[in-house]
């Protein structure tokens, strides 16, 4: 164990000789591994990536010795951390079958809440960039919404997965994304789903008409949510409530 802990000491210098380092990092981890001590040879593998990555400016070496580090690794909250930065840098070197699988895992490990709304999020995010995986992204999206009904950045994510898509999904991520946002973005996704329900029998012109009042309450005298609001009501054969949103 002291030699182990005597090569760990060399191995990491606050230097600019960052090759040196990389290279004693990975002699340290291999005699760790070989004495056992598989939580340091982890660790030291991690090191190296570390430096590989922001000093040496070498991503495909990063993500070998961050395999390592996770072939070593048992710890759950810490094999989470390893999986973190091997999605970011496979996504970064366009491995996007690895970055998904290793952001799964992220999902799979992370603590139930916020923690997990966001890795399913970044799941999201790199399906999102198929255009087979369309159903699967938004999937991902709904579970971090799912996750935590509050995280706005999932809801807003949502409704721009499934704009161009069918109405009524669309006017559920709309109603969602509204709920969470600031008085100009909920008056704005409002009037979308308004503008949604005027092209549908179901839910009609009824319903245009309470999320147009909706997104007044929400930014009194806007100048589209009005114009908006009037046309619904004369669409629905009520002159004199257009004539009052005029």
Known sequence: DRDVTG??????????????AVRLADRAADLARKCGEAKLAGEL?????????????????????LRDA???????PARRELLVSIARVSGLLGLHGEALAAQREVAR???AG?????????ESRLLAR????????DAACASALAQDPTYREAAEELVRLRRGGPSAPLREALTAAADLSSPQARTAYLIERGDLELLEASPGVAAARASFALALEA??????????????AEADGDPLAAAEAV
């Not at 090569?7 to 040196?20: D, F, H, K, M, N």
């Not at 996770?70 to 759950?76: K, P």
């Not at 916020?114 to 970044?122: G, Q, S």
């Open 219 to 232: 930014v009194p005298d806007h100048p589209l949510a009005l114009a908006r609001l009037a046309a619904a």
């Open 130 to 137: 198929s255009p087979d995986a369309a159903a699967e992204a």
């Open 45 to 65: 593998f991690a090191r190296a990536a570390a430096t590989w990555e922001t000093q040496l400016g070498r991503p495909e070496n990063a993500l070998l010795r």
């Open 70 to 76: 996770l072939a070593q690794e048992t710890d759950d």
């Open 109 to 111: 490990l992370s603590p």
């Open 7 to 20: 090569v760990q000491t060399c191995a990491l210098p606050i230097s600019g000789e960052w090759v040196r």
């Open 114 to 122: 916020r923690p997990r709304a966001e890795a399913f999020l970044i």
